[in-house]
């Protein structure tokens, strides 16, 4: 993803780009650690906070964080931020999620009979996680966009899910044994997509895939190959509104200050009130996750106001000079 100010509807001619910040594509690797995403192939085993745990170990970072756990058994995609690019990995659940799952039906059923339960199950459905999950067990709604048998085998099916994030795979195959009448099992899952990301339009990072590369750029200082494996955060956003700021107004937002529309020099034209938008400076790099409390339309015909709520800020404080000024209280 590039973000490309002509690609916004300019209403600023105040671009200029100063020598502060980093393109968002091209940051040294210090900082690319501290805003960029792995998307990693887990193996089966391990927990997906395991493999956190070692990634941080192995690039030598404190922070890093996971979007979405997988179950040790499972397999596949596990996006993991590092540094302050773990706040942005919310945008993800945004996105839906796919899988593929290896199920057993208890008794064998016609497969007109299967694929009629399938679209049931396509839509809406009332989910209650299972009793080992981390969240509460209250029933809840979620979307079930593609419910495919892609392949049989006696009584086995290959089950491919297009889903909203917190979708209970597992569950999903109990539930549809329930209806069948005949109970079924899942015992083998793979997670394929995340939002934008997929394991066929972008190339997956084994862990020792990982450490290769991290002990290739120690020991030659060369960089291919692990920046190859990691990304920048902005990638994670593609799809999102997007909206553009001055230089100047970069470190008052990092600060604490909201959106006005003085400092706003771009912003997609099809924004809408509430909308979730990203906050980029000119380079191209995320300064937070924002709501929108007025549409396009609004923003272009005012010259004052706040435009965008930030709610959740990712850039580090001081990462560009100081324009603002403090009021001093009155004695």
């Not at 671009?15 to 210090?30: A, E, F, I, M, S």
């Not at 209970?168 to 899952?189: P, Q, S």
Request: charged share 25%; with cysteine; proline share 4%.
């Amino acid at each position: 993803m590039t973000l490309k100010i002509d690609t916004l509807e300019i209403i600023n001619d105040d671009v200029t780009n100063n020598k502060y910040g980093h393109y968002h594509n091209n940051r040294p690797l210090d900082v690319l650690l501290d805003y960029g995403i792995i998307l990693l192939d887990k193996p089966s085993g391990p927990t997906s906070h395991e493999l956190v745990a070692w990634t941080k170990k192995i690039l030598g970072i404190t922070k890093a964080g996971h979007s979405g756990t997988l179950d040790p058994g499972t397999t596949g995609l596990l996006p993991i931020g590092l540094g302050d690019a773990t706040k942005a990995l919310s945008i993800l659940l945004l996105g839906p999620k796919e899988y593929y799952a290896v199920a057993r039906v208890h008794q064998q059923k016609e497969l007109d009979q299967i694929e009629a339960i399938f679209r049931e199950f396509t839509g809406e459905i009332y989910q209650r996680p299972p009793q080992r999950s981390s969240v509460k067990r209250a029933t809840r709604v979620r979307r079930i966009y593609e419910l495919q048998r892609l392949e049989n085998a006696d009584n086995l099916l290959l089950i491919r899910v297009l889903c909203e994030a917190g979708t209970y795979i597992r569950k999903l195959v109990y539930d549809i044994g329930e209806i069948l009448g005949t109970g079924a099992t899942m015992f083998e899952l793979r997670r394929t997509r995340v939002s934008v990301f997929s394991e066929t339009g972008d190339k997956l990072a084994r862990l020792h895939d990982l450490v290769d590369a991290m002990e290739t750029y120690k020991e030659t200082k060369q960089e291919e190959k692990i920046r190859s494996i990691i990304k920048p955060i902005e990638m994670a956003l593609e799809g999102v509104a997007s909206v553009a700021v001055k230089d100047s107004a970069v470190d008052a937002l990092c600060h604490g200050a909201q959106v006005a529309i003085p400092g706003i020099v771009a912003i997609d034209k099809t924004i809408k009130i509430g909308d979730k938008v990203v906050i980029y400076t000119l380079k191209g790099e995320i300064i937070a996750l924002g709501e929108a409390i007025m549409s396009a339309e609004e923003i272009k015909q005012n010259d004052k106001g706040i435009a965008f709520n930030i709610q959740r800020l990712i850039m580090k404080p001081n990462t560009y000079p100081r324009a603002w000024k403090t009021t001093k209280k009155m004695e």
